[in-house]
């Protein structure tokens, strides 16, 4: 029986409950540092096709395609190259942030399946170890909703030859239920060559009791992606849309996951475990023909336990992390007269705890630390190369808040944060050498206040982060090496509107720095990091059923991919981007139409310095169109 719509909300984003920062359910408002959290609304009235396009609108985030894949890299306050490797990312609380120098497969998460994205920003080495320098993005997917029956189906097209088709489906009762999300897309996209066939599926079973929660969740994809390669500055004058050499070249990628789990209560203590198995296959042709297999097994037993000290309210939680990660690579002899066959593996066992204090009702002040090993070892089977290496890390973390009433709260945090070598660092595919290099370490410093004024809000933070043996990868060089010590530091500020009950707005800036504080290259610029961001949006819903939103993205230049000695003489340039989306309701119907880059700018997010004495760059998209239509039922 056909669902009818109901009148479309206030795009807000607004306190929810999330999980990010404990790893068990909190109010936003009860942790001492703030996590963002965008909700379903917002996500629906978006203008973004993709998580990283949502992302990137907002303060301290950077993204920028340098593949040619859907699979863009997503950057947490300005680590360039490196970004992937320092942004931590979950899903329903598990890591899927790869071990080796490959992005988030952002495209196997279809923003239909989404219920929130909380982001902590500088965050979540403490409680999920390492890569969170930049910080920590946690995406939670939807669950059965109680006693409902509901559906949707849904399809679209766009420019550029694109079709998509969604379904989704929710079955539960009081205790019983089950969530299933699919999504398929084909297009040729924007670059000749570059055609995209990607598949997805998600299901969600859970049993809800009086004193807890069962659940077993399972996802799969399948995509199938021609890579069009970057473009000469030549060759972009000439036609930016053209393929470049070596032509044929294309990556295959199917995986699923598994994550079983329960929650339960014991008193006033709560109970949590996640089991999870991820595995992936990669078939890729580029300069070489490789073959990576990678399968994840991970055991993640918690504990959450209020308990009162000294006329103090204390909440601790407290956790074990195991982790084992398979990597089966096969490089076959394109340019080069030797087959590679590595076998990799990392084994990672940490504990941890975060205890946080009331100590009046408007000072929250938390501490939490993380002991961690990890063991790594690489064997070349072709070679006889190899090696191996175990280390102890540490991670800490202080953080406090205060309100002065209900309208403004102060709050500060110190830590520090490591990340690991993954196989790619230790290993080259292109000369089979094996480098074991040190881990990265970080200590974190910032400091911020939100503040609340009738339907406005605004937060403003100042961070920084001194990084020792940073690890790098030339893209010139094709080498792995430790950095010199480098520096991040910056502003981020963000306001959000709600002027009337159908007009809302928001905007943010971001200021950040990245440099070499030592060595050959101190003073210098870090590459691939804009100084100056900023985002303006506006969601104006002028009749019941009918809203307009409209989204301008601005990134400031930034010193080219491989000139970390600042002497190109040039940046890659800064652009905007206008995008809008009309969205209305119509019984059961949702229609959605809208446009992408409005003004047709013609720029990149990566170019790659080449000394010979210029670039080589992946040309975004102009401007291009999309509807769609989607059915509702219960």
Known sequence: MAGYAQPLKPVTIADEIVVTATRF?????????GVMVINEERIRASTAATVPELLKQFPGIQVRDNSGSPNQQVDLRGFGITGDQNTLVLLDGQR????????VNWAAIPLAAIERIEIMRG???VLYGGGATGGTINIITKAPRK????GFLGAGGSSYN??????????????????????????DNYRDANRLRQQNAQADLRLTGERGTLYAKFGGDDQQLLLPNALTEAQIAVNRRQAA????????MSGGYVNLGG???LGDAEFALNGGYRGRQTNAALFLTVATQVTVRSLTPRVKVPFALAGTNHTLVAGVDWEDWDFDGTAAPTFFSTLKRPLSTQRNRAVYFQDSVALSAATLVSAGARLHRTTFGTNDIASGTAASSERDLRAFEVSARHRFGERVAVYGKVGNSFRVPNVNDNYSLFTGTVAQLEPQTSHDREIGTDLTLGRASYRLAVYEMDVSNEIHFNPVTFSNVNLAPTQRYGFEGEGKWQFTAGLSA??????????????AFAGNAVPLVPRHTANLGAAWQFMPRTRLNAVVNYVGEQVFDGDETNTFGRRMPHYTRVDLKLNHEMGAWLLSAGVRNLLNQQYFSYGLFTGFPTFIAYPAAERSWFASAQYAFR
């Not at 899927?96 to 992005?103: D, Q």
């Not at 006693?147 to 509901?150: E, F, P």
């Open 506 to 519: 928001f905007a943010n800036y971001t200021y950040a720095v990245s440099r070499f504080r030592e060595g």
């Open 123 to 125: 965050s979540g080495a």
């Open 96 to 103: 899927i942030s790869e071990n080796e120098l490959t992005t």
């Open 25 to 33: 359910r909190e109010p936003q408002q009860e942790l001492p540092v």
């Open 147 to 150: 006693n409902s029956k509901s």
């Open 263 to 265: 929650e339960f209560k």
């Open 162 to 187: 694109t079709s998509d088709y969604r379904a989704g489906l929710n079955l539960a009762g009081d205790s019983l239920g089950m969530v299933v999300n699919a999504s398929h897309l084909e297009t």
């Open 245 to 252: 050499a070596p032509f044929g070249s294309y990556t295959n």
